[in-house]
């Protein structure tokens, strides 16, 4: 069955460093997200993408953050300059767009910002 | 704006007995609803979802919710549980636009424990 993975499963940085997490969404799905969970707290929208642009952003996503699509298969997510409020677990997800608004998401990428 | 909440954090039960998770929604326009499932280590998946038609919709492993618009409750329901039930549950949302994308907005989920 066809499934998100996410790289890596744990990445821990210094604050101010940048950070690229990974995503490899269904491959024949159209529309793509990242939400965050702070530990203890909801699962907060992140951005969605579509079409090789970003079609809707929360306001935690600043201009800190940046996504994109560089291969057609791959989905990132960049923190440019980590603070130690953005440790939380990063969850990917892909929806088809065809129907039935299924969110397929990935296990997550768990930063930790020393 | 829409938001969900999910009055309990943590509900422990033992194996066999039913179980309800209470989800109650806020949304000034139609929404779509859905429960995800978290098992330990692993990502979210969905159980269940309402877009329209029957109030009650199933699961393939038993669970059950029921749309209740007057209450603007969505609550999720197994008449009896097993230990492999035991996970994260998430309620969450979508606006309606007629069509299959937006963004999911979550409560901040309740933690099942089924103790034998």
């Known amino acids: 069955e066809p499934e998100v993975t996410q790289t890596p499963s744990h990445q821990v940085t210094q604050m101010g460093q940048e950070v690229i997490l990974r995503c490899v969404p269904i491959s024949n799905h159209l529309y793509f997200y990242w939400y965050r969970q702070i530990l203890g707290q909801k699962v907060e929208f992140l951005v969605s993408f579509y079409n090789n642009e970003i079609s809707e952003k929360s306001e935690i996503f600043d201009d800190q953050f940046s996504v994109e699509r560089p291969d057609g298969s791959n989905f990132t997510l960049k923190i440019r300059s980590t603070k130690l409020e953005d440790s939380a677990m990063y969850f990917c997800?892909?929806?088809?767009?065809?129907?039935?608004?299924?969110?397929?998401f990935g296990p997550g990428t768990r930063l930790t910002v020393l | 704006a829409q938001s969900v909440t999910q009055l309990d954090s943590q509900v422990p039960v033992f194996e066999e007995a039913p179980v309800e998770l209470r989800c109650n929604y806020s949304s000034s326009v139609s929404v779509y609803l859905f429960w995800y499932v978290q098992y330990p280590n692993q990502g979210l998946q969905l159980l269940l979802k309402?877009?329209?038609?029957?109030?009650l919709v199933e699961s393939i492993n038993g669970f059950e919710a029921e749309f209740n618009k007057s209450q603007t409750s969505f609550h999720l329901r197994k008449p009896s549980v097993h230990i492999s039930d035991t996970a994260e549950y998430f309620c969450a949302v979508i606006r309606n636009y007629g069509g299959s994308q937006g963004n999911l907005i979550f409560g901040k989920g309740t933690k099942l424990s089924v103790k034998p």
């Open positions: 309402y877009l329209s038609g029957s109030t």
């Open positions: 997800a892909s929806e088809g767009g065809v129907g039935g608004n299924e969110q397929f």
